[in-house]
Every structure is written in structure tokens, then in C-alpha cells.
């Protein structure tokens, strides 16, 4: 029999956050304070005609090669709990056993939009008028004519793969696919659920989906996962793993919920009240926020979707690119495949503010938030002989910001508040000049929080304490530092404004011109 724990020893969480693009593994202390991180790149496999995929059994391999070296770095026993975040909207088929029986499809993956155009698709913003009567009300959204979301990708997999719907049992987001893993147990929660738009979201205490919903999407409902309370515990780590990570996880380690990293970030950062507003600069961008009541603008594609607990909501949003954006800068500009992030913001830091009249649009992935528009894409404008690197460079991290300033518009008045200040995290906010054009460019307070790069994987930890240690979510916010504010520079307010006005131009006058060039290209074989 071993000895009991010390009680005055330190207690850990094991913590996944598995981003679009990297994975994170982490061990922090339940009190919310980062241990140590490994982390590791992920591809996406993208092919014509809207495929876009990763290897779900490939993360799996990575999660426990890198929580097996983060493991043995602690004292035995002292990792107690286990949390996985990170990207959601994506599709994992997997059979009885949680074993992957084909490909992740991603939120980018959109081959399935003619079959949910079948099911929901009409004249009215692509939504037959019916579909929006019978979605908006129950839920606040509703899957989407163009793909690239839960439902989409089922009826993808049920109608055009019968090979790999066949071999399925489950159809999983990421998040509980993980946690299967761990745990061995099939389960969701309305969070890591809430992209589908199949649960009545006007009783949060109601865990069910809604058959309605469900009939006339169109999905096989054994298929979707047994839902359980958000935050709670799904049970203790399966024994072969628990063996495989090494003597620092705890015999009686419990593994939470998982919970989309929109979640994680609101508590990574300490918004997890009324009001208070957080923004990342990731992969992808959002501007979130708690609320008290279910709403919708479907016409700049923003919602709310079921929350921390069964007392509110987050609003939910995205931009389909923002960190991407220098990540795609890095291979298309001559030399700069040669610089790292910092070296990139620093030639950044040679242009002055408004980029010398250049304009970037950061929609290279298209876009879903203010505006739903897959066939969107980017660009600089106003390039004249005398623009140089500096200016295409710095341009783009304004790109991003002007982006987010036409999104930060909507959301406020989506709350109906002034969002300010903003708390912000993620790899792009790790450099202080992007972080003050942020703030120059929507004119608001930018409070970074302490490591930035990892808020979802202390939100994960966090929302670990809640469940295993009775933390109060009105206590969050205390254990979030703010490691850095940054306020306007009023100096910068004439350019921004003005460079700002002809961003927001600059998609009306294009859109018509991307539809035609990309509905094309997004077909060719």
C-alpha cells in the first residue's frame, strides 16, 4: 500500500491545449501558475474541393510523448488532475474505443456544405427562412450553409465517406476526443458541443440535444456523444495510460471535462465576469465576452453558445486569420522564411505608424465574423515604388488590428457596452508592438496577461481547480496577473481613423470579385 500524499505538497494539473496549428502540453499548478510547457507543431493536410485535415491518432502519440517527459520533471504523485482545450468546430470519427477510424476534419474543412445547404440552405443570408425559425430561437445559431462546421462535416462523413461513417461510433469535437483517451468514456458537454447548434440553449440545465434539431439536420443522433455537465469530472485516468506517464500523475488523477479553448481563454485571462472582454492574437482572432442572456446576429455572424456553467453564456465569434497572417508572411515574402517572430516585429518596428499609407487584409483564409465569407481573401493595397519591407511587414500586424477593430465594433454593439479594456493573449501577443497598435487601433486599454502564450493551458488548470478544489469562478480573475498595459497613444488617432475607413471600404468593394474568382477555385479538382 503506498503512503498517503503529502498535504502540503504541490498540486499539479496535467494540461493539453491542442491549437490548430501547435500543440501544448503543460503541467501547472492548480493555483494557475505555469510549471513547464512542451510543445510541438501540427499540419493540416489541405486538399481542392474544401478538404482540410490532421492526423487525430498522430496528436495522441504526441500528447503522451510530451506529458511523459513534462511528468517526470515533478514529485511522484503530484499531478491530480488532467484538462485538455484547444480548437473546436472539428469533427474526430472514432470507433467504441475512442480509436480514430479516419481523419480529423477540421473547422477549415467544408466539403460537407452542399449536404447542410440541403438540409438548412435558402435565400435569406443562405438560410431558408424555415430553418432560421426553427434554429435561432432554441439555440442562438445555426450550422452553417458553407461548411466548415460540426454538422457539416457528419453528413460528409455519412453521405460521401460510408467507409469511415460505418467504422464510427462516436463523432467527436477534439476536446472529448482527448479526454477519450485519457479516460476511455464518451462524453461532450453543451461547450465543446455548442459549434453543432443542436442543444436548446435556452435551458442550460437541460443536458440533451434537441431531437428536432437533430431529425432535421439530418445526423444519426447514436452517434453524438453522451452529454454531461460542464466542469465536471468524466473519471479517473485509465490505468495503461496513468502506467505510461510515470510515477508524478497521482493513482487517483481525474481527468475534467474538455472545453473549447474560447472557454479556457476566458478564464486563462480572468474575464470570466459580466462584461469583461478578452481578445487573442492566435492562429485565429475572437473578441469574447460573459453574458447573462441567449442572443443573436446572424447577419455578422455573432452568438452566444452555452458557457462556464448553467448560469450564462460567452459570446462567440471568429476571424479566420491573425497570427496566421505572419506565419503566411514568412514563406511569401523573398528572405523572410530566414527571420523568426521576433525578428519580424522588430523590421515591423523600421515603418511608421500606418505602414506609409499601406493596407493589408488579413482574410487569407476567409472569413466568418463580422462577416461570413468563405470566398474572402487578402491582400496588400496603396503599395507605391517607395513602400518598403518595413511597411509590408508592419502593415500586415495593422491588418489584423483593423480587423479586429471592425469586429470589436460589432461585438459592443452585439453587449450593448463599451469593451474596454480589452485583456489579451496568444503568440502574437507576446510582442509589444503589436499589442499597442492593438490598442492604438481600436482606441482601448490592452492588458496582457501573464504568459500569454499559455492562457488556455492555465484556463484548462483552472477549470481543474473548480472541479476538484471547489474554486468560485468570482475567484478566477484574482489568479490572472496582468503582466503588461497598454493605453492609446492619441498621436497615432488620425492615421488610424483614416486608414481604418478605407479597410472597411475595401471588403465591399472586393466581395463581389472574390465570390467570382474563388467559387472556382474552392471547386477545381
Known sequence: ????????????????DLGSGTL??????????????????????????????????????????????LVAQVPARSVVAVACTGQWASTVPVDAAGEPVGPCLMWLDTRGAQHARAAIG?????????????????TAGIPSPFGGDPVSHMLHLEHDDPRTATAARWYLEPVDYLSMRFTGRAAATLASMSAAWLTDNRHLEQLAYDPVLVRKAGLPPAKLPPLVATGSVLGPVRP???????????EDARVVTGLPDIHTSALGTGTVEAGAAH???????????????????PIHSIATIPGLDARGYLVANNQEAAGLCLTWLRGALPGAER????????????????????????????ERSPVD??????GWHNISAHTTTSDLVRAVLEGVAYNSRWLHHAVGRFARRRLDPLRIFGGGAQADLWCQIYADVLDVRIERVADPLHANLRGATLLAAVALDGLQLGQVRALVPVERAFTPDQRNRPVYDRLYAEFARLYKAQRKMFARLNAAADSAP
Not at 435565400?123 to 430561437?137: D, E, N, T
Not at 481578445?279 to 446576429?297: G, N, Q
Open 339 to 366: 527571420l523568426g517572430f521576433a525578428e519580424l516585429i522588430e523590421l515591423a518596428s523600421g515603418a511608421s505608424p500606418g505602414s506609409s499609407g499601406v493596407i493589408f487584409t488579413p482574410w487569407i483564409a476567409g
Open 279 to 297: 481578445t487573442t492574437i492566435s492562429t485565429t482572432s475572437w473578441i469574447s465576452l460573459p453574458v447573462a442572456r441567449k442572443k443573436t446576429d
Open 1 to 16: 500500500m503506498s503512503d498517503p500524499p503529502d498535504p502540503g505538497a504541490p498540486r499539479y494539473a496535467l494540461a493539453v
Open 24 to 69: 501544448k502540453v503543460g503541467i501547472v499548478a492548480l493555483s494557475g501558475e505555469i510549471f513547464a510547457v512542451e510543445t510541438l507543431a501540427v499540419e493540416t493536410e489541405r486538399a481542392a474541393g474544401g478538404a482540410a485535415v490532421q492526423d487525430a491518432g498522430g496528436w495522441w502519440d504526441a500528447v503522451c510523448t510530451l506529458a511523459k517527459r
Open 240 to 250: 495503461d495510460v496513468a502506467s505510461e506517464l510515470g510515477v508524478g500523475l497521482a
Open 122 to 138: 435558402g435565400p435569406v443570408l443562405g438560410y431558408s427562412p424555415l430553418a432560421l425559425a426553427r434554429w435561432i430561437p432554441r
Open 373 to 378: 465569407d468563405r470566398s474572402a481573401r487578402g
